[in-house]
Every structure is written in C-alpha cells, then in structure tokens.
C-alpha cells in the first residue's frame, strides 16, 4: 500500500529525511514515531505530494507519488495537526466540496457523512459555519472529508492533538475501523500508550534516520512502547 524507498529531503545544508524506508501493507495501522524535528511531518507531507523530495521514492499502491502524483492521490486522505478549512462555508458545504473534487456520487456522498459525523457526533453541526467551530470539532470535520472518497491510504499528523477523551475514542473507532475494511494508516504521534494499543507497526525515527521499525509486539517485546522510546533516545543511535 505504501512504500517508501530511501527517501532523503534536504533544506539547504539540513537533511531532514535521510535515506528513509517504510513499507505498509493493506490492513495495518503504524504509529510514526520520533522527537520533534524528527522529520515526521516532512515525511508525511511527502508522501501526499505536498513537499518533494531529493531522492529515493515514494509508492502509493504501487504508483509513483513524483511521476502519477494525480492517481496516487485519488487513493489517499491526508488529515494535517492543525486543518487549514474554509471558514466561511459551513460544514456540511466543505464536504460537499470535497466529494465534488474527488467526484464522489450523491447517494455514495449521503451515505458515508452520514456515517462518519454520527459515529463522531457532528450532525447537527453541519449546518453551521466553520468559523464557530472548536478545534476539536474542525478536527473532526477534516476526518470525515478525508474518509469521504474512500482512500485507501490515510496519513494522519498527530491526529489526536487537541481532541477530548471522547472525541479521541471516537476516532480510535474509525481508524480501526478503515483498516478493517482493508485501507492503511500512518501517522505520526506522541501519545506511545495509545499507539501501542492501536497499532499493528511502529516506525521510530531520529534526526531523519529509521532507528527501527516493525510488528508492535517485535518492537516493544516484553516492556513498554515507552519504555523502548526512551532507552533508543539514551543511545547514540537516537
């Protein structure tokens, strides 16, 4: 589903990404993991096509994100930590925006907000203008934009920032859910005890370099997510 082949991205004489490689299959959700500045978000944002890259390749289902940037977007949602929406719209006009954009049918449209903002209780909000929504709430209404089309990929930037205990569980459920009917996710996070529960991979990253990566049960072993997180960071590796 989502292959990242020896991915390096500099910024002037800083390498933000060195020679990084994932592999993620169909049905497995990976946390991304990494101290800030770490190089997550400059991966992510590669992988959607937003930021491009020096070398190496980026795969999504088997195309090309530099040469079939198009087609590979057509399989993936990107949900960013801080969603950038037009406010002056109200809800349910930004997600009709959406599907036109992805040509999403009437009935396909109807079916899956529908959906999605009552698992996340967003439905009486459509109607109102973005511009009165919480954080948390624009957060939501992202995930379900993002879910609109169906992607089978879905990169997610710590997703969980900002969001109370509900809203979070809420969107726990949709992400086990989308990996359930065969999509993936990767995502970057912070909050270990969560990603250890949830996912099936975890990728640990420093100064733009993989330290390790794997199952979550090969990763952590006997101890915690944290636990091995912090021992990493205390060597020189990290």
Known sequence: MLRIEHLTKRYGEKCAVDDLSVHLRSGELCAFIGHNGAGKTTT???C????????????????SIAKDPIECKKQ????PDNPDLYEYLTGIGYLNFICDIFGVGKADRAE?????????????????????YSHGMKQKLA???ALAHQPKLLLMDEPFVGLDPKASHQL?????EHCENGGAIFYSTHVLEVAEKL????VIIKDGKLVISGTMEEVKGDTSLENVFLELEDDNVM
Do not use: W
């Open 44 to 46: 992510l944002k590669a």
């Open 48 to 63: 959607c096509g937003i930021l491009s890259f020096d070398e190496g390749e980026i795969y999504i289902d088997g195309k």
């Open 76 to 79: 993936l949602a990107y949900l």
């Open 112 to 132: 899956r907000i529908g959906h999605f903002s009552e698992l996340l209780e967003l439905t009486t909000e459509l109607n109102d203008p973005i511009s009165s």
């Open 143 to 145: 995930l379900i934009a």
């Open 172 to 176: 726990k459920q949709v992400m086990r």
């Open 199 to 202: 996912c099936d991979r975890v």
